[in-house]
């Protein structure tokens, strides 16, 4: 397929407004889901910052924090996860319901009325976008916290199994 660009101001318009909505609609999502995840993603961000200090590795006993506190992190986001989930779908449900009492009223062919009740739920349709986006969002973040708890608990494991092997060879000698 070729598209035939007639004015190139025109193609930058049309992606200044998709900047403008795109930047809308992640304002609205990062509202829905900042309450359910502020702590994880300020937990991650310690994390983040502990690991970025080279000159002061991170102890066992950091380590340990890091897997009891990213637990219980993951514990409350992933439960309002699903809370986020009910208001996706009740999102989605008006959004039909509103499509089809439009479509319902409006006259003509099944196309003109599917185009007008597209036009008259839009705003229903974006909310719905809204809470979509912010459940996939806050279940990537529980899925990569749960990712970084695993790598801790690896590190611990191996820390744990090197001190065993030095005990083991220092009760040798």
Request: charged share 30%.
């Amino acid at each position: 397929m070729v598209f035939k660009i007639t004015k190139k101001e025109e193609l930058y318009q049309a992606l200044d407004k998709v900047d403008t909505n795109s930047k809308l609609v992640s304002e609205i999502v990062e509202s829905i889901i900042k309450p359910y995840c502020k702590d994880l993603d300020n937990y991650v961000e310690f994390i983040r910052e502990c690991l970025k200090d080279g000159e002061h590795p991170v102890t066992d006993s950091e380590l340990d924090d890091f897997c009891l506190n990213l637990a219980t992190y993951i514990y409350f986001a992933g439960g309002m996860c699903e809370y986020i989930g009910i208001k996706d779908d009740i999102s989605k449900a008006l959004y039909k319901e509103q499509f089809n009492l439009a479509r319902s009223q409006e006259k003509g062919t099944i196309a003109d009325k599917d185009s007008a009740a597209e036009l008259l739920a839009q705003k229903e349709q974006i909310v719905n976008i809204c809470y979509n986006r912010a459940f996939k969002l806050l279940k990537a973040k529980v899925e990569n916290a749960q990712e970084l708890l695993a790598s801790c608990k690896k590190v611990v494991s191996r820390r744990m199994q090197e001190y065993a092997l030095t005990n083991l060879g220092g009760a040798e000698q």
